[in-house]
Structures are given as structure tokens and as C-alpha cells.
Nanobody, 124 residues
């Protein structure tokens, strides 16, 4: 059974930093590209960024480019997103997702497995 479990969410002040983790089990982690998405109240789920299977390439939404960094440790079956200079508009539930897509994709339909999410709240 595939499981993706996010952790590291919480309350942070604007301008601060937060690192989210997503631990995967039940799959061959290195065979999956990993993505991060978020959903704010009343809004649709949006793409944050993604990383290739090897970890050599990443891609980010314009809204987080230069502030967020995604990395992965295939030995630990874990993907991370380091969020710096956070803003109140970064407040959302953050989800990690796994995709067998070869490369990077921002389309949620290309992701087969999803975590349950972790709440991030940025106070102004």
C-alpha cells in the first residue's frame, strides 16, 4: 500500500522559513517524480513545484520561484520543500504527490498518489 505522509507544517511569521517533508512508502521511490501542491481555503489546488526522479531537475510555480526549494533523498524515500521568505498568501494545505511521468509535470492529473496534506499558516 502506497503512503505519502507530509510533516513539518505549522504556524510561521511572514518572512520566516519552514521545511516540509514527505515520507513515502510502498513504492519504489526513485521511480517517481515528486510534486508539491497546495490548496488555500476557497481556492483550487495549485502546483508549487516538482522534482525529477533523480533529483537533478526542479521546476517551480512563478509564485514561489526563488523562495522555495525542493529536494529529495532517495535513500530515505523522502522529498522536501524548503520555504523561505514566506508570505501570508502561502497559507494553505500542502500536499506531496508521486508521478510516474518521465520528467516534470505540473498537472495534478499526472500524479498517481497523494498525501493527506499538512497545514501551513503564515501570519502577517
Amino acid at each position: 500500500q502506497v503512503q505519502l505522509v507530509e510533516s513539518g507544517g505549522g504556524l510561521v511569521q511572514a518572512g520566516g522559513s519552514l521545511r516540509l517533508s514527505c515520507a513515502a512508502s510502498g513504492l519504489t521511490f526513485s521511480s517517481y517524480a515528486m510534486g508539491w501542491f497546495r490548496q488555500a481555503p476557497g481556492k483550487e489546488r495549485e502546483f508549487v513545484g516538482a522534482i525529477t526522479r533523480s533529483g537533478l531537475r526542479t521546476y517551480y510555480a512563478d509564485s514561489v520561484k526563488g523562495r522555495f526549494t525542493i529536494s529529495r533523498d532517495n535513500a530515505k524515500n523522502t522529498v522536501y520543500v524548503q520555504s523561505n521568505s514566506v508570505k501570508p498568501e502561502d497559507t494553505a494545505v500542502y500536499y506531496c504527490a508521486a508521478s510516474t511521468y518521465y520528467g516534470i509535470t505540473a498537472s495534478p492529473n499526472q500524479y498517481e498518489y497523494w498525501g493527506q496534506g499538512t497545514q501551513v499558516t503564515v501570519s502577517s
